[in-house]
């Protein structure tokens, strides 16, 4: 094990150095402090260690009702499947490693309203009082992102507007992955997975973190398509989706 392993491994396991990062966090900008939290803490959870697996949690991929149901717990964050090889290439190498994705159309409106809503914690409020405060409505987003670079930059660049492909291949649109599920497909794909990791008796997948809304079509008219498929254009490459 290399001595930076070591040495994150180390504050993974340090109630002081966690207290630590939390305080600095405290101080930094808010896209600071979410990506140095994101780098500093290992990307292995426990069940991913114990099952020799690595679940790539790509937001509002329906994630925590997929692990919970693998191995009785939510998902631990969201981190790309490049960062879990960079922490540790030889289990990222051995693992078995999965992940799911989601109409690029649908898990727009979806992360959307999840965080005009306030998310799940202090993170999410946060983003949502920054980058949301005054934004009159789903079109208006949109729009801002189509003409205002720096908020565009900044926006795509939370981990629930990421691309998918970022979290699920290479640099060349390669999958880092050996499967990738389809939300659309999500009960045989989820038997699939169980099948591939052994596990005989499959728990059914439960709903967490839905968030109320219309069905995603009625969010998007023929300029609100265009804009976001301009945005996501790599994630309809890649997975085969179309808008």
């Known amino acids: ?115 005009e809503k306030g998310g799940i914690g202090r993170y999410d409020r946060a983003f949502r009082d920054k980058y949301l405060r005054g934004v009159s409505g789903f079109d208006d987003f ?17 981990v629930h507007f990421r691309p998918q492909a970022e979290f699920l291949c290479d640099a060349q649109g390669q999958p880092l992955v050996d499967y990738v599920g389809r939300y659309e497909n999500i009960d045989a794909d989820y038997r699939r997975i169980a099948a591939d990791l052994r596990i005989s008796r499959v728990a059914p997948l439960a709903v967490v973190n839905a968030t109320a809304r219309r069905d995603y079509r009625d969010y998007y008219d023929s300029e609100l398509t265009a804009i976001a498929s301009r945005l996501y254009r790599r994630d309809f490459e890649i997975f085969g989706y179309t808008p």
Do not use: C
């Open 1 to 115: 094990m290399s001595l930076l392993i070591q040495t994150r491994y180390r504050l993974k396991k340090s109630p002081l150095a966690k207290s630590l990062i939390l305080g600095i966090n405290d101080r930094l900008p808010l896209e600071v402090k979410d990506r140095l939290y994101r780098h500093l803490v290992d990307p292995y959870s426990e069940q991913e260690e114990n099952n020799d697996v690595v679940f790539v949690h790509v937001p509002k991929t329906a994630g925590n009702s997929i692990f919970q149901a693998l191995f009785g717990v939510p998902a631990h964050g969201h981190d790309p499947a490049e960062r879990y090889r960079r922490f540790d290439a030889e289990r990222f190498a051995r693992y078995y490693k999965f992940g799911f994705v989601r109409h690029p159309l649908d898990r727009l409106v979806s992360a959307y309203v999840y965080l």
């Open 142 to 158: 949109l729009r801002r992102l189509a003409s205002r670079p720096r908020y565009r930059r900044r926006v795509m660049r939370w």
